[in-house]
Structures are given as C-alpha cells and as structure tokens.
C-alpha cells in the first residue's frame, strides 16, 4: 500500500485512472525517442483519443470535466510515471483547457459574446480532440513578464514579430498561443496573448530542441515574421509589463501546478525501478537478496522520505490552490493573497525539482554502474529531471529571493 | 496570509483556535521556567480549565471532542508555537484521551462493561478536567516494545516492578500508565498498560529530569517498587513483546502525531522571531532596513520552505491517519496497512524533526550573536527542538531502516 | 591510525604535543565550569606554566617558539579536544602573542625604537607566564571595521570611551587591547588598537557573560569610560574605517585561523565519544555490540568524512598561511593577495563551523538519548559547537557574499 | 589568485604544467567526441608525444620521472579540466606505469631477473611512448576482489576466459593487463594480473561502450575466449581472492587517487564557465552585470567552497599517500596501516565524487537554461560528473561501511 497520490473529485477520479493507464504505453516508446530526440506524435494521438488531452474541458463538450487543480496535478504525476517529456507536452495543452475554462466564465459573466463565441467554439474542438495547444512563452534575455515579442497594429488587426524558446509541444500543435507586448502609446508596454494557427504565414517551428534530457517534448524555437493576427484574436490585454506575478494567476497556477507534479512521477518510477531491482537480484558470496541489505534499504528509506516530502507539497498545494481558484472565480485576487499562493507553490517548486533529481540519482546509487549506461531507463530520467529547476518562472535562487521577500511583506519585485 | 495549518471539522477548529490563544501566555512563562529547569504546573492549571486538556473527550462528558487526530497535531502545533516544553507535556495527557475514546468504543462493543464503567468514569474526570494522566514507556537499556516493568500476579491483582524515563507531566499526574511485561507462562513475555494512582505506595517520581532543553517537561524517572496494581487495571494484554510496532497502533498513532507536530510550532515561532528582528532592525552605513538586505530574505526563504514542507507532510499524515482510524474503528487493521502508514509517519517524524531544528539553526543565522544569549528565546528554541529526533520509537537511523524495510515488502523487524 | 594533524615545525610540534597533554584535564573541569557559568582560572595557570600560553613567543624570549600558524592551529584544535571554552579563550591571548612578534619585526625594520621596547617588555612578560592578554573586538550594532569606541586626545594621551562586547578571557586579563576609532579631522575615522592595564580607572569587566555555550570562555562586555590611555600606547593607526578586511591581515589570520581549527577539536572529541559508547555497549535481543550495526558504523563514517574534510581544510589553509605570511614578512600583502587567501579562510571557517556542529549532532544520535542529559558531555559539546558560525568578521550569509564577489572579481565590500 | 594545487616536486612541477598545456586542446575536442562517442585518438597521440603518458616512468626510460603520487593527482586534475574522459583513460596507463615502477623496485629487491628484464623492457617502451596499456578490472556481478575472469594451465603458459566491463582506453590499447584468478588446487582461488597484447588470438574489445557520460573513455567490454598468456606474463599471485583491500595497496593507490582528483578538473571548468557567463553578460531591466548580483555571488560561494574542500582532500590524501608509499617502498604495508589510509581514501572519493556533481549542477544553474541544451559544455561535464560515485572500489553505501568499519577497529569485510 504506497499511499500514492489520489484524486478528491468524480471527474479527477477518472482523468488519474485513464492517465495511469497510459504511463506503461508511453514508458515503452520512451527509450526510442529520447535517443532519437524524435517527438512521439503516436502518443498525442493515444492521448487526444482518450480525452486526457481534455481532461479539464467540461462533459458538456466532450472532455472529461476536472474542475479541480489539485486532480490536474494527481493525474500528471501519474502520465509522469510514463513519460516526462510527454507528460511536460501534454500538460501545456491540457492546462490551456482548464485556462480557457476560467476564461470562459469570466466572458460570460461580463457579457463578452464575441470571446464567448471563440472560446466555446475551441473547447468544442478540444473535447473533440481535433486540436492541439501550444502556448510558448519564453524568450532568450528577459523574464516571462517582459516578452520582447510585440504586435504592432496593421489593418484589421495587428503583425506579430518574435522568437519563443522552450516552444514545448510545437511539433503537434494546431494552434499557438504565444504571450505578447503591445506599445501602450507612453513609451511603455501592455501584455497579452494572442491566438495563431500554426499555417499562418510568418509562423516557422525551427526544429531544433537538443536538450540533455526531456528529449522527446518537442521544445523548439518558435518564430514569428509579420505573422498575421486578427483583431478579435488578442486575449487578456494586462499594464503588467515587466512584474512577474503581478497579474491573472489562472494561467500561472494552471500551467506550472501540473507541470511541477509530472517531475514526481520520475521519482516514483526511479523509486520503482530500484526497488524492482533489489527484490530480484542475488548477489556477492552469500547470494543474499540486494533488498536484505540494511544500506541499500536506507537509500530506499531516503527516496520514500523524499517522495513523501513531493507528495505531501503537491497535495497541499493543490487544495490550498482548490480553494483559492473558487474564492476568485469572477475577479482576480487581492495582489497580496496571489502572492501568498505563489509562495507556496515556489516553496512546492523548488523541493519538487531538486528532490526528483535526488531520488534519481539515489536510484542509480543502488542500481550500480549499468544505471549510468544509455540503455538503462534510468540514465534517461536523470537527464530528465534536471530539466525542472530551469522551469519558469524562477531560477531557484530567484524563487529563494521571490519567497523570502514574500514572507517579510515586501513587494516581490526582483533585485535584479 | 501564512496559510498555516487549520482544522478540517468544527471541534478542531474550537480546539485549534483555544490552542492558539494559550500560546503567547506559555511564551511568556517559558524563559524561566526553562532557566530553572521548573515544571508549568500554572499552565497546566490553565489548559485544565479551557478544556484544551480535554480535547479528545466526546462533549457528553464535558470535553471539546475533537474526533479528528489531523486537528489534534494542528492544535499541538499551536501549543508548541508557545512552548514546546509544555505542548508535549500535554500532548502525553491529551493523547491518553484520544486513546481511552478509543477504548470505549472497542469495549462498547465487545460488551466488556467493567472496562466500559471504567473508562467512562475517567472520561468524566478528564471532561471535568479534574485529571492529569502521564503514559510512561521509555526504559534504559530497551526499546518500547519490550519493557522490563513488569508485573507479577500476587492477591487481588499484581505487584509492579520497574524504572520508566521520559516520564513527561508526571510532576502534574494523578494517574500513571506505564507500559509492562507479563510472563506469558511459557519463559516469554506478553505486554499490557496499567493504571497506578499517583498516591499508590511504591509509586515515586524522581525529580531528576535536567536535559539540555525540554526543561519545563517534567520528564522525570519513576520508579515502581512492589506498587499494588488491582485486578482490573491492567488493560491491553497483547501477545507482541519485542515486536515494536507489532499491534494497536492507536496508541501510537494518537501519541506520536501531535507529539511530532508540536515542533512545528517551534519552527513557526523561530520563524516569527527572526522576520520580526529584520524588519525592525536597521544596520550598517546605510541603515537599510535588515529585511532588505537580499541574503537575509534567501533565508528567510529556507525556513519558509522548510516549514512548508513540515505543514505539507503533518496535513497529509493527518488525512491518512483520519481515514485510517475510520477503516478500522472497530478492528485493529491488517498489519500491512498498518506498517504501511506507520512508514508514511516515520518519513514525516523524520523530516519534521530535522527541519525543525534547520529552522531554528537558520533564524539564529538571520538574527546574529545575541541569539546565542540564554535571554534571548532562539537559544531556548534551539535547545528544545533538537530534542525531536530522540523521540519514540526510532533513532533516525532505525526509522531509515524500518522505512526501506517496509517499502521493499520485508518485515520491519530491525536488524539489532 | 587516525592520521591526526600533525604539525610542520619542530617548534609546532612542542607546542601540539604540549597541548594535548593539557586536553584530559581541561576536559575534567570542563562540566562544572559549564554548568556554573564559571571562568577557568586554573586552566589558564596551567596553561602559563607550561609555557603554552607563550607558544608564538621566540625561545629567546622564554617562550616555545612557534613561527608556523599551521601549527599554532593545530595545536589550538587539540586544546579543543579538551575544553572549547577555554582553547577559545587561550587563543585570543596566543594569537596575540604572535602578532607582537610580527609587529616588532616590522618596527625593527622600520627603526621605531620607542615601540620595538614596549613590545620587547612584552614578550619577556609574556615569554615569563605573568602577563594574559584580551582583544576585545565586537560591539553591538556594528561591524568588526568600524568601531564605536573611541579615543579623543586629551593631555598626554587619549580618553578611551565605548563598550565591547565577546570580550573573551577577560576574567584572567591583566592587558586589554580593544579596537577603536580616531577622527581623522575630516568627519571620517581612522582606526586603531590600543593597550590599556586591567586596573586603569574607567575599565570595567561586567561579569555578564551567560550564553547557551562556551560559558566557561569568560566573554564579558568590557566598559571603558574616560579611560585614559598614554600617548604611546596608541598602535596601527590605518586609514581603513568600515573597510571590513582593507588592512593588516596578520592581525586577522593569526587571530581567526586557531580559533577556527579550536572547533575541530569538539569534533574530534564527539567522535571519540560516540566510536567509544558504541564499541563498548550491547543492547537488544541478541546482546549486539552497537559497533557491529551497520546503520551505526554508516553513522560515524559520516562523522569520519566530515572530520577529513575539516582536517584536510585546515591542513591547507595553514600551509598557505604559513607561505603567505613569509612572503609579506615586512610588507603588507597587495590587497588582491590578500582577499583570495581570505577567501579560502572564509570557506574553511563556513565549512568547519558548519561540520563540526553535524559531526556532534551525528554523535548524539548515535549515544542516544542519554546525550540529551546535562551531564552528558555531548550536551555541552552540542551547545558549544554552534558558536563557531557566530565567529567574526562574516556570518555564513556575509561569507558566501563576500567569497562570491571575491571570485568574480569584484571588490569584497558587502552590499549592507 | 585561485589557490589551485600545485606540485611538491620539480617533476610534478613538469608534469603538471605539460598537462596544463594539454587541457584547452582537449577542451576543443570533447564536444564532437561526447556527441559520437567516438574514441579521441588524437588526445593520446599527442598525451604520448608530449611524454604525458609517461609521467611515472623514470626520465632515464624517457619519461617524467614523477615520483609524487601527489603530483600525478595534482596533474591528472589539470587535465580533467580540459576533458574528464581523456584524462581518466589516461590514468589508466599513467597510474599504471607508476605500478610498473614500483614493481620493478621490489623485484630488484627480491632479485627476481626475469621480471626485471620485462619490466625494464615495458618501461622502455613507454617512455618512447609507443605503447598504450589498459588494465581492465571490473565485471559485471561480482566485486573488483573476486574476478570471475580465471587463467587455467597449459603448455607453456595458461588460458584466459573472461569478460570485463569498463575497459576504459582500449581503443587504444596495445598491451591489456587483466585482473584474473587462479584456482588454488584446494577449491578456493588466488588472484593475480596478466599481461595480453592486442592482437593475442581470443582477445575481443566488443565497442559498446554507450554511456550517459564520459562517452569518449573507450570503456568496452573486453573478452577473452581461450586466450594464450605464456608463463612469465602472470604477475603479483596473491592469496586474497574475495578480500577488498587486503592486499598490495600500490596498485589501489596508484590507480585511484589520480583518477578521483581527475573530477576535480570538471568541478573546476565547471566554475570558470559560470564565472566567466555571468562577469560577461548584462541582463534584466537596469542591465546589470549577472555577476553583480548577490545571489549569483553566492552560488559562485558555494561552488569556490567545494572546490576547496575537494582541493584540500585530494591534496592532504596525497601527501599522506606519498609518506606511506615512502614508508612502505620495499614491503606490504601492515594491514592497519593500510585500511586506516584506505579509509582517508574513501573520505576523499565520497566527498570529491558528490561535490564535483553539486558544482556542476550548481554551475547550471548560474547559467540558465541554456546549460541544459547539448551544445553547451555544461551539459557534458553534468553528465560526465556522474559517473564518478560508480568509480570502483565501492559505491557510497559500500565505502560509509567500509569507514566506518575501520574506525571503529572491525575487520572492514563488507556485510553483503
């Protein structure tokens, strides 16, 4: 009884067994593409067909319906279990599902009929799953808050000119969502988003994501050349240029909850692995089993330790996120209360990231030296998990500064 | 906004809010108490009356109710954020009280009417708050789950024979319930509790308790010598001697939860002490408020994220242990089940205990060497927590060890 | 075969096998006098009679003769074995010791005669056991450049007014050298050290040294009001107010780096304790000598590597002290020269400071809890040990600041 | 000034400096070897021109002359800087020679005249650098103690059959020294060491070497199939089948010690790349130098502090093995003797190994995301730094047993 992870809602309930249900597939297409660094299209289509692709899309448009974050996040550890780099691909499509979601409401509630035309029309798609979502942010020299990528305004609408990085997903995906400035007429910016089909002319995907891990998540660059973008197509227009956090935590909170939670299924599959290791195999003079070894249960001790430590965050972050999401359905928070939030989730971040990668490399400890050779699944989930301290928005020692500042009560702007 | 630790049902929350508002008049007391090496029997005096002693004693018998052991180890916490000294002291009594809840029911309905008469009798003195009960089981030279206190059959009942340690409140005990040994007639053992009036002859607390920290604790010896023990107050008769962790695991549960989770309160205090020195505190050429100072906050940060982490995993085992005991109110469960969660608690004693006192060591960090003075309450806090990893019922290197038992399907029997 | 530090010197070696002989005996009396909260005084008139107190004064004058600070460190570490509190308290008065050698030899060369004869009568008093020396540095609300008390001429001489505090071995001082502060006319300071005898009017030792550790070291706040000083005991006026660092590093080396390898001898110590308890007790069912757990022997391996690295920094900085000091006999260092080696000294005090807190942690885990008692000697070792990262001039947060801007390239004046 | 190790001998001096010369060019190199996993040729041909490849090998051979064991470590270090893979595939050779030479002394000794010709023979080779020798030891389920590889007796010689893992410069190789038993005619074995040419009939490097890391280290599984090893060509027959450590520690010391301090060199670029990525680029709103940022500073810290405890290690090791090797030049050392520099050995290996790692990681995360892309250096030394805790004799569990065994006086026979 591993006391794993479980859903607190219905729909969560089977968006966790479909999404375990696919880890084996994925766990045995891994190997290939990691090594190829080729993109696994077979598994976006297992994963469109099920519906884990629309896991939050409501039942009334063909997903699955999870309401709940926190059974988001349940459910990506366990695609995790499977694959990272499909997990971390996935969750970027699926998490714009539960984004649009929130959107959606919020068009109804202020009468917006032309976004809620749009909007109903493409979670129609998603529950369909004839779509794929993209939503690049990153860009090389600046923060998630200050993108260089702008829209300047043209006939009908506006041009688009830029370079994401960290385009995870790009390969599939129909429809990009690449986050924008737009000159505010003061020599400043507003942010935005804007929504582009991947045919538009101007829009090339650079095929050339070659990471040390999370090989097969497709992260390329993604450009943009006097791109297209019709009016009606420029979202959530926001004077929050250059202040990371200080803005819509929906799309913060939806896209990096889960994404943290699927580095916790490599940590539950390295911890698997070794354990399956010492319970099968003799050794030494003695022929003694590995796993009656009392050193070799220590290190199994330190992982379970830090498992729990991962499961344990994730779970109260998930309902402490849970709570707030319904506290602010229709407006945004207090900017103090979304800070106070997003401490946590830096806190979860930062012991997530770093502990996946110890329980990896404890993996490998008690596996020995054929867990360093690229055959043994576990060189692959090394090279994967480093991937989590990179992710957005903070460095570890930025988040280390975000937090302390947070909890001194001070405005949680950057030295930097 | 702290999002610290809160109940999850009505009498938790009654009993974490009264918790909450003892704190600061035990902080008062502390300092001097833990100078001389005093026990608080005024605090005690004063949790007797709010009833907080009385958590676990259903209403009908005059006490909060509290039924959920997740709200139990928060409304420790909020004792320990006072004193820790104190929070376990009472912890030892308030536990007893969940247990006996227990008991009753179980006797209730097993039909067994004189223990019924029995418990309900001490749950109306507990209600009353006219009692205090000490669970002595610690021994020199063995482990808790093989006791050399023994009794022996002679008229009417058994004498009792023995020397405990640890025995925390026992300056404020009116009843006393060491664990003991049996002979089961065949040259081995079995185990039970019994229950000894402070006035029995034989009975003597030693005034002897003066460790490095836990002044206040009362943690004296007492010793037993031919003490009387009627018939019928031997209770729990289980045939598991030497097998620690081998039975009723609500006791240990009950005991050992808020027990853990009465250190977080000292992190939360440590925590609270050092924000508020830097963001009182000006320093240096420039005067710059200390919380200002960039390396002051990424420390700050750590403790936040340790005591993140600490609240994360005392919600979780919390949970469990509320669904656990659910499962199995009548029956004791399945021993798998119940390794199985005992392991989940063992990683969460050992990482609160260690990050308790990390937490401690920092914020003394953070307010530099007046933290090192016996008048300032860090060098208190830093004495007190490291009591932690010697608490019941395993070394952290033997928690390690029954943790990786456990999680590679081995009976958890230490190697020793 | 402990590979132990040895000592580089003939002269180093007189001195470390002088010092351990003291160990033993200092460690005797080292429960009491931490219990009490009282000073040593017999353990500093055996240490003038051995001569060891004199170790940095040349032969000629009566002293050991010690010129290499490696070994002076080495030797303080095995004074450290004994009793911390008082191999902190001898090293301010030893340490002393050799930055009058050093300063002669530069008034030699300089021809000043006036003071080359104060410093002459010094060492004879000094090299003769009857003189003991305090250099009272810190001060509240200030750093360890830029001192409060001051001196204003007056006839004759100067008025010394200000308040230090960690006035180390000021019980057993006959001189008083504390750090001060002099108006350079220009509303800046220069800074400077001057000497002033235990009986002037205005000096007072406040008897208020009551810490949670080294309580036997005598670290009292030291008053000086309207204390007279002659002209001529005025020495090493520098134009270097608030530059931690910008100066005479002999005073610093010589000063910090046997006080910091004094810690390493609290380890060493903790280690021998816990290696002794385990290799001499039996405990459990099969009456096990602990020594043959595994778990245990892990234990102190972990000890075994942290007192390595300990020894092993030491070991290094020593020698390129002792290199450092030789090439600058005569002149100061440029500054570059002298902030890397101060760089390496910072990272082996963060590191020593820090193991040496661990390595006793380590050992009361293995003692059990029995080292939780006062009358453990581990419970004083643990209280004693968390001094060191109080240590001037850096906490461990300053250190890393000021270690990183020297490994950029940057000038090391801290952002505060 | 960086404080980096130095040699203690003119020849170590040579030696040290020639490496350093090598390093960038192997830096240039390393990226398209890492990438192929192709075998760096080239590196060795001009490793043996420039008589690195002879280091040990006495300058009237034609080689460096290098005594210290030290300053091989010192100089395998500065290659490390330039690629980890060439310079552990290196050391193979050169710890080898330094074998040979002390070989060659005690059969000089002993007056053994045909060993002394064919070593004389082989040292002659190899200062003219025209042979390249691989000493495979490891194999796949069993311990560097027991080889499962045998010889058995034949005509004029034995037949050799086997299959050894981690070959490490056998592209290379031109003579291949594996380690074998040797059945003792009373059912046990003894073990020893044979001398193979390549192009001996049997003998097969398999090219599967395909790890995460150090892929340019040729480490190939070698078999050999009824492979013929005349008589003279069975050297060091030893009675210590099963028994790590027992026996001639030469080869151990030789072997190992240069190949851990190789790490040090990644740990060391490691550094320098993030130091110089951050003092060269500006970032963020104000521009600001990234080095000019305090928490950037202090990763560096952290970073400088464990190189320097990885430098202290490896040079107190050395300097201790260098005594030892003295002392024991003609005979085995005692057994005590042995396992007590062992145990200092472990020390270091432990400490190195996990430190080089953290730096590198920390280095990461200095420089961003674009550390994680394959086309950044940091990605390879990420990968390379790991492979160092699976270095031989023992894995970290294994080498905690094995200190802690040997400190507290039991025989150190691991418990597996």
């Given at each position: 009884?591993?006391f794993e992870?479980?859903?607190?809602?219905p729909?969560?309930?089977?968006?966790?067994?479909?999404?375990?249900?696919?880890a084996?597939?994925?766990?045995?297409?891994?190997?290939?593409?990691d090594?190829?660094?080729?993109f696994p299209f077979?598994?976006?289509?297992?994963l469109?067909?099920?519906?884990?692709?629309?896991?939050?899309?409501?039942?009334?448009?063909?997903?699955i319906?999870v309401?709940?974050?926190?059974?988001?996040?349940?459910?990506?550890s366990?695609?995790?279990?499977?694959?990272?780099?499909?997990?971390?691909?996935?969750?970027?499509?699926?998490?714009?599902?539960?984004?649009?979601?929130?959107?959606?409401?919020r068009s109804?509630t202020?009468?917006?009929?032309?976004?809620?035309?749009?909007?109903?029309?493409?979670?129609?798609?998603l529950?369909?799953?004839?779509?794929?979502?993209?939503?690049p942010?990153s860009?090389v020299?600046?923060?998630?808050?200050?993108?260089?990528?702008?829209?300047?305004?043209?006939?009908?609408?506006?041009?688009?000119?830029?370079?994401?990085?960290?385009?995870t997903?790009?390969?599939?995906?129909?429809?990009?969502?690449?986050?924008?400035?737009?000159?505010?007429?003061?020599?400043?910016?507003?942010?935005?988003?804007?929504?582009?089909?991947?045919?538009?002319p101007?829009?090339?995907?650079?095929?050339?994501?070659?990471?040390?891990?999370?090989?097969?998540s497709?992260?390329?660059?993604?450009?943009f050349?006097?791109?297209?973008?019709?009016?009606?197509r420029?979202?959530?227009?926001?004077?929050n240029?250059?202040k990371?956090g200080?803005?819509f935590?929906?799309?913060?909170?939806?896209?990096n909850?889960?994404?943290i939670?699927?580095?916790?299924?490599?940590?539950e599959?390295?911890?698997?692995?070794?354990?399956?290791?010492?319970?099968?195999?003799?050794?030494?003079?003695?022929?003694?089993?590995?796993?009656?070894?009392?050193?070799?249960?220590q290190?199994?001790a330190?992982?379970?330790?830090?498992?729990?430590?991962?499961?344990?965050l994730?779970?109260?972050?998930?309902?402490?996120?849970?709570?707030?999401?319904?506290?602010?359905?229709?407006?945004?928070?207090p900017?103090?209360?979304?800070?106070?939030?997003?401490?946590e989730?830096?806190?979860?971040?930062?012991?997530?990231?770093?502990?996946?990668?110890?329980?990896?490399?404890?993996?490998?400890?008690v596996?020995?030296?054929?867990?360093?050779?690229?055959?043994?699944?576990?060189?692959?989930?090394?090279?994967?998990?480093?991937?989590?301290?990179?992710?957005?928005?903070?460095?570890?020692?930025?988040?280390?500064?975000y937090?302390?500042k947070?909890a001194?009560?001070l405005?949680?702007?950057?030295?930097?």
């Amino acid at each position: 009884m591993d006391f794993e992870l479980t859903a607190t809602t219905p729909a969560g309930e089977r968006f966790v067994r479909l999404a375990a249900e696919h880890a084996p597939i994925l766990a045995e297409r891994a190997a290939q593409h990691d090594r190829e660094g080729s993109f696994p299209f077979e598994n976006f289509d297992d994963l469109q067909e099920s519906r884990v692709m629309a896991a939050a899309v409501p039942e009334s448009f063909g997903g699955i319906g999870v309401e709940s974050l926190h059974d988001l996040m349940v459910g990506m550890s366990r695609l995790g279990r499977g694959d990272a780099s499909t997990a971390i691909a996935a969750n970027m499509h699926i998490a714009g599902g539960a984004v649009v979601v929130r959107m959606l409401r919020r068009s109804q509630t202020s009468g917006d009929a032309a976004t809620v035309d749009t909007l109903e029309w493409l979670l129609g798609r998603l529950g369909a799953g004839e779509i794929t979502m993209c939503f690049p942010t990153s860009e090389v020299g600046t923060d998630l808050a200050s993108p260089f990528s702008e829209v300047t305004p043209t006939d009908g609408g506006y041009l688009l000119n830029g370079r994401k990085v960290f385009g995870t997903i790009s390969p599939a995906a129909d429809l990009f969502f690449p986050s924008v400035r737009i000159a505010d007429g003061n020599g400043g910016y507003l942010t935005g988003t804007v929504m582009v089909a991947r045919d538009s002319p101007g829009l090339e995907v650079a095929d050339n994501w070659d990471a040390m891990g999370m090989r097969a998540s497709g992260s390329h660059d993604i450009l943009f050349k006097d791109c297209f973008v019709p009016k009606d197509r420029l979202f959530g227009v926001r004077n929050n240029y250059g202040k990371v956090g200080r803005g819509f935590a929906d799309f913060a909170l939806n896209a990096n909850l889960p994404l943290i939670s699927s580095f916790l299924g490599i940590a539950e599959t390295a911890r698997d692995i070794a354990v399956k290791t010492i319970t099968s195999k003799r050794k030494g003079p003695k022929k003694k089993l590995l796993a009656e070894r009392v050193p070799l249960q220590q290190l199994v001790a330190e992982m379970e330790i830090d498992i729990a430590v991962c499961r344990s965050l994730i779970d109260r972050v998930g309902r402490l996120a849970d709570a707030f999401l319904e506290r602010y359905r229709d407006d945004d928070a207090p900017i103090e209360e979304s800070d106070s939030l997003m401490k946590e989730v830096q806190c979860m971040k930062y012991v997530v990231n770093r502990k996946v990668i110890e329980v990896v490399d404890r993996s490998m400890i008690v596996c020995g030296g054929m867990a360093y050779m690229n055959k043994h699944p576990l060189s692959r989930l090394y090279r994967d998990a480093r991937a989590g301290p990179f992710m957005q928005p903070y460095a570890p020692y930025e988040a280390f500064e975000y937090i302390g500042k947070v909890a001194v009560g001070l405005e949680p702007i950057l030295d930097r």
